[in-house]
């Protein structure tokens, strides 16, 4: 990003980012998204369209991590609705041989209404995980939930859950004390740059103070972690981390890039045929409108894929 178009881009975020609680809008979207290209970052919003997706996936090399789209949830019916979906999902994955994990959002299983509700929904989820020898993966949300994801990741990790990882995010000042803080569960964590709108007395502002923070949390979990996964499109990034593993005598097994499904799906299959295991995340069910916002603002021209989907119809 340009010093000239930075202001312009963080404009037009902000502005996106806000968009995606515009009730007008939001019905718009789920009534015309799909068709509008919505399907190049979302699976679709059934479990057969998304499993299709898998197969495919698992085909050409990828491991999957599949996100049931959906958050903040208010209902405890409903929270309890997600679980049993996810129980299905992964009873899926085993029933096929499928190569893919589960990632959640506390708020998607409770954490908004009560924190022991999102703690005895993730343990079913990652109990039933264990059970076929598969992982769940914690989001991490907006910085009012960074506290809460992290005492229930540490909980869940002392009651023995060991199929259980969580994110870190660069873009928070405090991520690399949390990281260093954490580094003595030795635990299986996704580093990226965060997604979120988030205010200057917490994160960095600049693309270049995020990704400066970025890389050093890249170099401390390639030295101190079992397992990182580095979830970034940025191919700066990707390149410096390849080579500071090398560098430092990190083992392949002891990473892997993860990217989101349609998101520079050539680098993707350029790290795949370069050796380097490379995880899709792929997003799929009715909820996906506060997703695809958050993909449009990450990157104008995806945005104005969009609009011009529109005017061609
Ligand atoms: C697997 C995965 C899991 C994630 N989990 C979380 C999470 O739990 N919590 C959270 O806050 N955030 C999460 N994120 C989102 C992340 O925080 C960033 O918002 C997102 O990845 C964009 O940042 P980047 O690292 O790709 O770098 P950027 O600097 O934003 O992008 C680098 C380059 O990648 C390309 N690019 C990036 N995004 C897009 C896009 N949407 N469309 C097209 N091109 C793009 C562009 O060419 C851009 O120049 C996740 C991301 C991934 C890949």
């Given at each position: 990003m340009t010093l000239l178009t930075a202001p312009i881009d963080g404009m037009m975020r902000s502005a996106l980012l806000g968009a995606a609680d515009n009730r007008a809008l939001r019905r718009f979207m789920y009534r015309h998204g799909m068709n509008l290209g919505a399907r190049r970052f979302v699976a679709g919003e059934t479990l057969d369209e998304f499993l299709a997706v898998v197969r495919k996936m698992n085909a050409r090399g990828f491991t999957v991590a599949c996100g049931l789209l959906g958050e903040g949830v208010e209902d405890r019916g409903d929270a309890a609705a997600v679980v049993d979906e996810y129980r299905h999902i992964l009873t899926a994955f085993a029933a096929e041989g499928l190569r893919s994990n589960v990632a959640l959002k506390l708020t998607h299983l409770g954490l908004a209404i009560d924190a022991d509700l999102a703690r005895a929904n993730a343990t079913a989820v990652a109990e039933h995980a264990r059970s076929y020898g598969n992982f769940v993966r914690i989001d991490m949300e907006q910085s009012a939930y960074t506290d809460a994801t992290l005492d229930l990741y540490r909980a869940l990790r002392k009651s023995g859950m060991d199929n259980v990882g969580t994110v870190l995010q660069a873009?928070?000042?405090?991520s690399e004390a949390d990281l260093a803080a954490l580094a003595a569960f030795e635990p299986n964590l996704r580093l990226v740059k965060g997604a979120y709108l988030e205010p200057s007395s917490i994160a960095y502002q600049t693309r270049e103070n995020v990704d400066r923070a970025y890389a050093r949390m890249i170099e401390t979990a390639l030295l101190r972690l079992p397992f990182t996964a580095i979830a970034t499109h940025d191919h700066r990034i990707i390149e410096h981390a390849l080579a500071f593993a090398k560098l430092h005598g990190v083992?392949?097994?002891r990473f892997e890039f993860q990217m989101l499904y349609g998101v520079r799906p050539k680098l993707q299959a350029e790290l795949l045929a370069r050796g380097h295991p490379v995880r899709l995340a792929i997003p799929f069910g009715s909820q996906w409108y506060p997703y695809l916002v958050r993909r449009l603002a990450e990157r104008p021209a995806n945005l104005f894929f969009f609009l011009g989907a529109l005017w061609r119809k």
């Amino acid at each position: 990003m340009t010093l000239l178009t930075a202001p312009i881009d963080g404009m037009m975020r902000s502005a996106l980012l806000g968009a995606a609680d515009n009730r007008a809008l939001r019905r718009f979207m789920y009534r015309h998204g799909m068709n509008l290209g919505a399907r190049r970052f979302v699976a679709g919003e059934t479990l057969d369209e998304f499993l299709a997706v898998v197969r495919k996936m698992n085909a050409r090399g990828f491991t999957v991590a599949c996100g049931l789209l959906g958050e903040g949830v208010e209902d405890r019916g409903d929270a309890a609705a997600v679980v049993d979906e996810y129980r299905h999902i992964l009873t899926a994955f085993a029933a096929e041989g499928l190569r893919s994990n589960v990632a959640l959002k506390l708020t998607h299983l409770g954490l908004a209404i009560d924190a022991d509700l999102a703690r005895a929904n993730a343990t079913a989820v990652a109990e039933h995980a264990r059970s076929y020898g598969n992982f769940v993966r914690i989001d991490m949300e907006q910085s009012a939930y960074t506290d809460a994801t992290l005492d229930l990741y540490r909980a869940l990790r002392k009651s023995g859950m060991d199929n259980v990882g969580t994110v870190l995010q660069a873009y928070l000042h405090r991520s690399e004390a949390d990281l260093a803080a954490l580094a003595a569960f030795e635990p299986n964590l996704r580093l990226v740059k965060g997604a979120y709108l988030e205010p200057s007395s917490i994160a960095y502002q600049t693309r270049e103070n995020v990704d400066r923070a970025y890389a050093r949390m890249i170099e401390t979990a390639l030295l101190r972690l079992p397992f990182t996964a580095i979830a970034t499109h940025d191919h700066r990034i990707i390149e410096h981390a390849l080579a500071f593993a090398k560098l430092h005598g990190v083992a392949q097994e002891r990473f892997e890039f993860q990217m989101l499904y349609g998101v520079r799906p050539k680098l993707q299959a350029e790290l795949l045929a370069r050796g380097h295991p490379v995880r899709l995340a792929i997003p799929f069910g009715s909820q996906w409108y506060p997703y695809l916002v958050r993909r449009l603002a990450e990157r104008p021209a995806n945005l104005f894929f969009f609009l011009g989907a529109l005017w061609r119809k």
